[in-house]
């Protein structure tokens, strides 16, 4: 079992930088991969970014490619997501999840946190 908390997000202007994080607890978490979900009002839930269980290798959207960095330390049991430059359209409620693969599928990811606001004004 795995439980998973974010945190980090709030308002920011656009161009600014936030960074999330995702605090896990229990003793498998090193063995699953952790992606970041976001989802804003009226749309379905998209993928961000995904992360591996070592953090050997990550995978992003297209959209946050070169702007968004996923990365984790697996003795503090946390997964992070620095976002630079960001953008109006980037405001939606960002979740991280845990699961066996780091995949960009919604249904591949067993664990999920409760999300955290990001606000990006223009």
């Known amino acids: 079992q795995v439980q998973l908390v974010e945190s980090g997000g709030g308002l920011v202007q656009a161009g600014g930088s936030l960074r999330l994080s995702c605090a896990a607890s229990?003793?498998?978490?090193?063995?699953?991969?952790v992606g970041w979900f976001r989802q804003a009002p009226g749309k379905e839930r998209e993928f961000v970014a995904a992360?591996?269980?070592?953090?050997?290798?990550?995978s992003y959207a297209d959209s946050v490619k070169g702007r968004f960095t996923i990365s984790r330390d697996n003795t503090k049991k946390t997964v992070y997501l620095q976002m630079i430059r960001l953008k109006p359209e980037d405001t939606a409620v960002y979740y991280c999840?845990?699961?066996?693969?780091?995949?960009?599928?919604?249904?591949?990811?067993?664990?999920w946190g409760q999300g955290t606001q990001v606000t990006v004004s223009s």
């Open positions: 999840a845990a699961g066996p693969t780091s995949d960009y599928d919604v249904a591949s990811y067993d664990y």
């Open positions: 229990g003793r498998t978490f090193r063995s699953y991969a």
């Open positions: 992360i591996n269980w070592s953090g050997g290798s990550a």
